[in-house]
């Protein structure tokens, strides 16, 4: 296998961003996967949701299984940090880091085999914890390191590439995390950049469990007729509920619209999610009314792409465990061993 080096040198004239870095400070290795493989298309749109948000790459770290998805955080942010776990298993590790640093941006990057299979219980429980993070799903419907055989998220009736149809119902990944408790909840397609970037952008800024499913056609195993996360069905069946943009900064903000026509989200840690609505009786802050639209929808084939829950309120893990505001890997032993005294206080306090 030949290795492609990029170049080190940067040509002068690049924009850069607010730190004064430019797009390429936010790439990775060059991809081997295969020539036009939806999961590259993700990629590029974290280095470009790194890029505008002005992220520090050092400050982001990367978790990913096992799989052709969880591969492609080799391919950006090179100066963040990174592991890459067993199969199924990088929720855990997400969530033990998370834990010991709490100062980190933690994104997991999975796959529908890794995240829908054997490692839904892990998928499940970080969600439900309440885990800072960005969680994203990169969801071609095969498993295709093997294949290109059908996955746990294949929709029922789908066609595989040698004709075998699916009989067995898929998982939807984007029910399951409402249901749960995922306080940004969004689904896109790879092949939507527009969409996409903006999307990642607010889960990167939200304090609390983001999730983005992303509709990923693998080129190689599940990008023909038939297949229901094909380039061509996922596009002709997109119905997408919001248009965005998400506004950083603490200014306020003011300007006239049209009734229905947008609504301004204040997060957590102070950022505008602006969405611009398509229909104008969607509420992406009501959980009940979101899980609905996604099944009405789900039953017309449509595949429904947008913001589709948002809570500004969000609480993350620390927040419920009353952490320490310092990281614990930063504690001193002053601190971890506080002496006699406060455990006695503390078995009091169990009594």
């Known amino acids: 296998m030949t290795y492609i080096l990029k170049p080190k040198l940067h040509h002068p004239s690049l924009p850069t961003n607010a730190l004064g870095l430019t797009r390429r400070d936010y790439e990775g290795k060059v991809s ?44 950006f ?3 963040g940090h990174g592991f890459n776990s067993v199969h199924g298993r990088m929720p855990s590790v997400l969530t033990g880091a998370n834990l010991a640093n709490r100062d980190l941006i933690y ?6 085999g890794d995240s829908a299979s054997i490692g839904l219980g892990q998928f499940a429980h970080s969600i439900r914890r309440g885990v800072n993070m960005t969680y994203i799903v990169e969801n071609n419907g095969v ?16 066609k595989s590439k040698k004709g075998v149809v699916n009989s067995e119902s898929g998982i939807d990944l984007v029910a399951l995390a409402l249901q749960l408790g995922a306080t940004y909840v969004a689904r896109s397609f790879s092949g939507d950049k527009e969409q996409l970037v903006p999307l990642i952008k607010g889960a990167l800024s939200h304090h609390g469990p983001a999730f983005i499913d992303v509709i990923s056609p693998c080129v190689a195993f599940n990008n023909h007729a038939g297949s229901t996360k094909s ?4 596009r002709e069946h997109n119905e997408a509920v919001n248009r965005l943009d998400v506004i950083l900064g603490r200014a306020p903000i003011t300007a006239t619209y049209a009734p229905g026509e947008v609504r301004e989200v204040t997060q957590h840690d102070g950022s505008v999610l602006r ?4 229909h104008a009786d969607y509420d992406p802050t009501d959980r009940i009314a979101a899980a609905n639209y996604l099944q009405e929808h ?11 829950y948002l809570d500004p309120d969000a ?8 952490t320490t505001a310092t990281p614990l890997n930063a504690l001193g032993t002053d601190q971890l061993t506080p002496g006699s005294a406060a455990l006695a206080k503390i078995n009091a306090g169990l009594r």
């Open 275 to 278: 969405l611009r609505k398509l």
């Open 77 to 79: 942010l090179g100066q």
């Open 231 to 234: 380039f061509d069905y996922v």
């Open 143 to 158: 498993y295709g390191l093997t294949k290109g055989q059908f996955s746990a998220t294949s929709d029922k009736g789908s």
């Open 315 to 322: 609480t993350d893990l620390h927040d419920r465990l009353g």
């Open 298 to 308: 789900h039953a017309k084939g449509e595949v429904v792409t947008g913001l589709l």
């Open 32 to 75: 081997t996967l295969c020539a036009g493989c939806g999961h590259d298309s993700i990629s590029s749109a974290i280095i470009s949701a790194s890029f505008e948000l002005a992220l520090q790459p050092h400050r982001l770290a990367k978790m990913s299984g096992i799989g052709c998805s969880s591969k492609t955080p080799d391919y």
């Open 107 to 112: 994104l997991g990057v999975s796959g529908d």
